[in-house]
């Protein structure tokens, strides 16, 4: 008998809201009426015009298949027509790639942005996922905690505390899971 051998980095604590997830799932399998106000899933389904749309690709073509690794050039030109029109910038197709959903855009985002032992600062509350991800990719993760005076935000004060130089900080606004913004200057300062 083969047994698969797994990595030290495979070692991360679990994710909390998928473990309520699952509790979840089998108190309503037992019948139980709860009212989720856990993980950010959307409430509501796939717009009706995805639907039809996806609905006549596999018609159009059952086969189906891979696309490009970042997504659909028809897709990316899209997004891009969103950019422009909804934001007033030019947005390049060839820069915007799609994945299955945020976790694997942190996986990418992260190999391509920093190295082995590189050292990340996270702003806590923080999303969980970023310290698993950044872990397992052996990246050494400082956390900060942020104040509600700061509206759970970084500031440039906060970050110039810890004394520590870093490779990376993953700010992230709105926070999740506070919900709140950064303010411009503020950001504008910490990226000086």
């Known amino acids: 008998m083969a047994f698969l051998k797994t990595s030290k980095r495979s070692d991360i604590a679990s994710f909390k809201a998928l473990d309520i997830m699952r509790q979840v799932h089998n108190l309503e399998a037992q019948g139980v009426d709860i009212r989720k106000m856990g993980a950010g899933q959307p409430h509501v389904g796939a717009p009706a015009g995805v639907l039809e749309y996806a609905a006549s690709m596999i018609t159009k073509d059952p086969r ?14 899209r997004i891009a027509e969103y950019y422009q029109r909804y934001y007033g910038q030019k947005a390049n197709a060839d820069n ?3 994945t299955a959903g945020s976790s694997s855009a942190f996986i990418l985002t992260f190999i391509a ?8 600062a996270i702003f806590t509350p ?6 698993n991800i950044l872990k397992a990719l052996n990246i050494e993760v ?11 935000q ?8 810890c004394g520590l130089e870093f490779e990376g900080m993953i700010i992230n606004s709105p926070s999740n899971p506070s919900g709140t913004m950064i303010k411009d200057e503020e950001l504008e300062k910490i990226c000086a």
């Open 64 to 77: 189906q298949g891979y696309t490009e690794a970042i997504g659909m050039i028809s897709l990316r030109e």
């Open 113 to 120: 942005a920093f190295d082995t032992g590189d050292r990340v």
């Open 96 to 98: 915007i790639c799609v």
């Open 126 to 131: 923080a999303y969980p996922a970023y310290r």
């Open 142 to 152: 400082v956390e900060i905690e942020t104040r509600a005076a700061d509206n759970f």
């Open 154 to 161: 970084p500031t440039l004060e906060l970050v110039e505390s």
